[in-house]
Structure formats: C-alpha cells, structure tokens
C-alpha cells in the first residue's frame, strides 16, 4: 500500500493499555491542532493490539472507531496468533501463553464480539509504505530486497533485522521489539539511521510511543509518549 505526501503518524504496540492509548490519541490531536493545523495526516498503527495488557477488547474498539481515511491498522504476530487460533489447539496455546488469557477476559471469553474480531485481524495488511519509509510491525529480511518480503518476514523477524547497520532500501519504522527489555533498555523509541523502533514497553510499565514523520527527512521529526 503506496501513500501520497502527508504527515504520518506511526504509533507503536499497544497490547491492550487502552488507557494509555486513549491519553496519546488525545495528545495527537492537541498536536494537530495546535502545530500542523490544516495538515493532511494519516495514523498508522504497527500491530499488536492485543494480549498481556488488561483491555484488549477497548483498544480494538478504539482503532476501529477511528476515521478509516485518517488511520491504518497493520497486523502484528499477536494478531496472527489470535487469528490462528481458533483453528487449531496447538495454535490456541500458544495464543494464551503469549498473553491471549488477558484478551480473552477482556471480551468475557469466546464470543460473538472476539470471533468477529479475529475476522477483522485476518484482513489487516502487513505494510504500508510512503516515500521515504516503510512501515511493519517487527522489520524486514535485510537480506532480500522490500518487493520480496513475506508476511512472516514482517511479522516476525527480529535479531537479524535489529543487528543489521546497513541502509535498507526505505527507511523502517517498526515496533515488536519491546526497547524496555531489549538493548538498548530506555522503554523510548530507538532511533539508527536505517530504522526506528517504536516498542517502547507500554505493556511492561513503559510508555506508549507516536512518532510523526514528513517529507524533510526519513526519520521522525517529533514524538510523543505517554506512561
């Protein structure tokens, strides 16, 4: 999925902290109009809405509520897990040991509401891409060039792609990798020259991370979190 020039909003993984999605949305907007007033704008959320936070349920209400030509989902591994679920055991235990316990609480167990959550999951793309940047959930094979990632790839990976210093073909913007438990352990958003990674540990008592983007440089020119 290709953008036209605009201000892009990525927002990293929120695993249902709902309230402090609910206070950076806030924040984002007193942005908007306070600093870009006027600007055409999409937010792109990297994935993983659900599992180990204790509101699964409200923060897919929240990102589906929101205006579908001013927003993005992208699928995170914690969407795949969930889909999958419901097709197999060996799928659904590991949905559960991933933090699907606290999402299924949150919907009050199997249900019509979860079910046709999963359906929505199943539709959600992979990627999205603007000029100078691409936007994943866990990053891509620095191996193989963008046109041949997998969703896997996207889902998925992460040491290789996080160790890799070269340039990648677009500037990656990512999450997955929580930076509270993972080098270099700030729970901020990580910026390199190649990549930024915007996990910042919401579910593990970090903050919760927007960066904004446009078309003076390929990293993030502001950001925002909240905790």
């Given at each position: 999925m290709k953008a036209n020039s605009m201000i892009a909003i990525a927002i990293g993984d929120i695993h249902g902290m709902a309230v402090l999605l609910e206070k950076l949305l806030m924040q984002i907007d007193a942005y908007l109009d306070r600093e870009l007033r006027g600007e055409e704008?999409?937010?792109?959320?990297?994935?993983?809405?659900?599992?180990?936070?204790?509101?699964?349920?409200?923060?897919?209400?929240?990102?589906?509520?929101?205006?579908?030509?001013?927003?993005?989902?992208?699928?995170?591994?914690?969407?795949?897990?969930?889909?999958?679920?419901?097709?197999?055991?060996?799928?659904?235990?590991?949905?559960?040991?991933?933090?699907?316990?606290?999402?299924?609480?949150?919907?009050?167990?199997?249900?019509?509401?979860?079910?046709?959550?999963?359906?929505?999951?199943?539709?959600?793309?992979?990627?999205?891409?603007?000029?100078?940047?691409?936007?994943?959930?866990?990053?891509?094979?620095?191996?193989?060039?963008?046109?041949?990632?997998?969703?896997?790839?996207?889902?998925?990976?992460?040491?290789?792609?996080?160790?890799?210093?070269?340039?990648?073909?677009?500037?990656?913007v990512h999450g997955h990798t929580p930076t509270l438990r993972n080098p270099p352990f700030t729970g901020r958003a990580d910026i390199r020259e190649n990549r930024c990674n915007l996990d910042s540990g919401a579910c593990y008592g970090g903050a919760l991370t927007a960066a904004f983007f446009n078309n003076s440089q390929p990293k993030p020119f502001h950001f925002i979190s909240v905790s």
């Open positions: 704008y999409k937010i792109i959320f990297l994935g993983d809405y659900v599992d180990r936070g204790p509101d699964s349920c409200r923060v897919i209400k929240l990102v589906r509520s929101l205006n579908p030509s001013k927003s993005i989902c992208l699928k995170g591994n914690h969407e795949e897990m969930m889909s999958e679920a419901a097709s197999n055991s060996a799928s659904w235990d590991r949905f559960c040991l991933s933090g699907g316990v606290e999402t299924l609480a949150s919907y009050g167990g199997i249900n019509e509401e979860f079910l046709e959550a999963i359906n929505w999951m199943r539709a959600l793309p992979t990627f999205y891409e603007d000029q100078q940047r691409i936007f994943v959930h866990a990053g891509v094979d620095p191996d193989k060039p963008l046109s041949e990632q997998t969703d896997r790839d996207r889902l998925w990976i992460r040491q290789r792609f996080i160790s890799y210093q070269g340039n990648f073909q677009k500037y990656i």
